[in-house]
């Protein structure tokens, strides 16, 4: 189970934001984090817990291990207005967290 | 161009059955393990299943487990979800996906369809 705080956020452009996520038990570093705008399917940011997935801006970066980790954009632009979702591919069944909306103030 | 487009979504009585499909083109599915993943109206997403990219293992969640059946025609560039006995709790945007890493599976998803909506009522 992947349990995301927090569930919403409010912050202002250019800010620093983090979401964390656990996990029930240690799925090594075996966690994606996907960003969703609304009406679109969900895309893929960072893959095995740190690593930038192509294409993505450098301002978003992941770390953890183990049950523990967080997502962090950099300084926050307006079109990282989104919901964010963890998901752990160490254990069966898939899992991802309940999401966290990043809204801009 | 990757991409993957899905269809088949309707509006479906309960206990009703439906067949969705997943178009792939610009990229070799056989490659690939294949995943459904759903996102019922307002909330978050639930891994549904796989299948591996010869079609010899797949796996289900306990939601749809004996219910649902996942399929691919590598031939045919396609993947499947034969859903069965459908419920309220059914409703939701089905996606499928591919994963990330070709020739395994249990990884993350790197490559998404737009959705086709299932909707079952009565």
């Known amino acids: ?105 | 161009e990757m991409q993957l487009v899905e269809s088949g979504g309707l509006v479906v009585h309960p206990g009703g059955s439906l067949r969705l499909s997943c178009a792939v083109s610009g990229f070799t599915l056989n490659d690939y393990t294949m995943y459904w993943v759903r996102q019922a109206p307002g909330k978050g997403l639930e891994w549904v299943s796989l299948i591996n990219w010869d079609g010899d293992d797949t796996y289900y969640s306990d939601s749809v487990k004996a219910r649902f059946t996942i399929s691919r025609d590598n031939s045919k560039k396609s993947l499947y979800l034969e859903m069965n006995s459908l419920r309220t709790e059914d409703t939701a945007l089905y996606y499928c996906a591919r994963g990330a890493v070709p020739r395994t599976w249990g990884g993350y998803f790197d490559l998404w369809g737009p959705g086709t909506l299932v909707t079952v009522s009565s």
């Open chain 1, 1 to 105: 189970q992947m349990t995301q705080s927090p569930s919403t956020l409010s912050a202002s452009v250019g800010d620093r934001v983090t979401i964390t996520c656990r996990a029930s038990q240690s799925i090594t570093t075996s966690l994606a984090w996907y960003q969703q705008k609304p009406g679109k399917a969900p895309h893929v940011l960072i893959y095995k817990a740190s690593n930038l997935e192509g294409g993505v801006p450098s301002r978003f970066s992941g770390s953890g291990s183990g049950t523990e980790f967080t997502l962090t954009i950099s300084s926050l632009q307006p079109d990282d207005s989104a919901t964010f979702y963890c998901q752990q591919y160490d254990t069966y069944p898939w899992t991802f967290g309940q999401g966290t909306k990043v809204e801009i103030k």
